[in-house]
């Protein structure tokens, strides 16, 4: 796969399958009027929609894998061709939409945060009601509550640990797993952890590349720009699709450890006590980005 013909500041990747044209105009259209230099690559593994017309008029780069790939390496294609030529690359579903300014926010950011590998923004429904998107690593209960137990009550209890809804989702937040709906990455971080793991075809795959990324960088919950998702969760309505869940998160817990896995506990464990540090400090003050809470917030050792 060749690389970018010359170097932008992102490039973004979405992955195409069955996605109707008019839901690939509109996350196209996201992208217009922006003064970065940006780069977009569609990769269809459908191949059966014409998106000819779009794409013309929009002018991005079309890969037509002949099968379906899956989402990880699916976008490690384009991934690949960018790791050298863009300075941030963004791994995009096609079902989001957002104002173009808050890519240069979010590139200001990074610029000024060296260490910081990811991010990703507040997602809010089409109705504006926020996702609980930044989760702890999973253990095998958390998956298992939350899809198989009946019971709202219990499945709410663990959600709200899991999901670290205690933090209230408005501030800055170190977070070990985020939603691959929308993640914004540093080439540099991606090039020294790879890209993502292709053993998982679909879901976890996130999981998987945020935890290594996590390991080395900061991989942030920013809410200072919001983006929209519509969030189809298809697992939860085809019986097709619950069997490729369950498959690719046994792949993970294979990879990662089921019950003992001691880098989970300590990771979790920290990520508690940032969330209880930031409960603690915004009481007393606002979340500035350039700030010395800011500072604080991130420096993982000063937390106790």
């Known amino acids: 796969m060749s690389p970018l013909l010359e170097r932008v500041r992102l490039c973004?990747?979405?992955?195409?399958?069955?996605?109707?044209?008019?839901?690939l105009q509109k996350v196209l259209s996201c992208f217009s009027g922006s003064p970065l230099k940006i780069h977009v690559d569609l990769i269809d593994n459908y191949g059966r929609i014409d998106y000819g017309p779009i794409i013309k008029k929009v002018g991005v780069t079309y890969f037509q894998t002949g099968q379906n790939l899956g989402y990880g390496k699916a976008h490690n294609i384009s991934i690949l061709r960018s790791i050298n030529s863009s300075d941030y690359h963004l791994v995009l579903n096609p079902d989001i939409s957002f104002s173009v300014e808050i890519l240069s926010a979010i590139i200001r950011f990074m610029d000024?945060?060296?260490?910081?590998?990811?991010?990703m923004p507040r997602v809010l429904s089409p109705e504006g009601k926020l996702q609980h998107l930044c989760k702890l690593l999973p253990?095998?209960?958390?998956l298992f509550v939350r899809?198989?137990?009946?019971?709202?009550?219990?499945?709410?209890?663990?959600?709200?640990?899991?999901?670290?809804?205690?933090?209230?989702?408005?501030?800055?937040?170190?977070?070990?797993?985020?939603?691959?709906c929308f993640m914004f990455l540093r080439t540099a971080?991606?090039?020294?952890?790879g890209g993502f793991d292709e053993k998982f075809f679909m879901y976890a795959e996130d999981i998987d590349l945020t935890r290594r990324i996590h390991a080395k960088y900061k991989t942030l919950f920013f809410p200072y720009v919001s983006v929209t998702h519509?969030?189809?969760?298809?697992?939860?309505?085809?019986?097709?699709?619950?069997?490729?869940?369950?498959?690719n998160i046994v792949r993970y817990f294979n990879k990662w450890g089921w019950f003992f896995d001691l880098e989970r506990k300590k990771i979790n464990a920290l990520a508690r006590k940032s969330a209880k540090f930031v409960i603690k400090m915004g009481r007393r003050s606002?979340?500035?980005v350039d700030g010395a809470v800011e500072h604080m917030l991130f420096n993982r050792k000063g937390i106790k």
């Open 139 to 142: 253990t095998p209960l958390d």
């Open 189 to 193: 971080a991606v090039q020294d952890v």
């Open 230 to 247: 519509v969030h189809a969760q298809e697992s939860y309505k085809s019986k097709r699709m619950l069997l490729v869940h369950v498959r």
């Open 12 to 23: 973004a990747s979405i992955v195409l399958y069955g996605t109707p044209p008019n839901e």
């Open 112 to 119: 000024q945060n060296k260490d910081v590998g990811m991010i």
């Open 286 to 288: 606002e979340f500035v």
């Open 147 to 180: 899809r198989f137990i009946p019971f709202s009550m219990v499945r709410e209890w663990f959600n709200r640990n899991y999901e670290l809804q205690s933090f209230g989702y408005n501030c800055l937040m170190d977070v070990p797993s985020l939603s691959g």
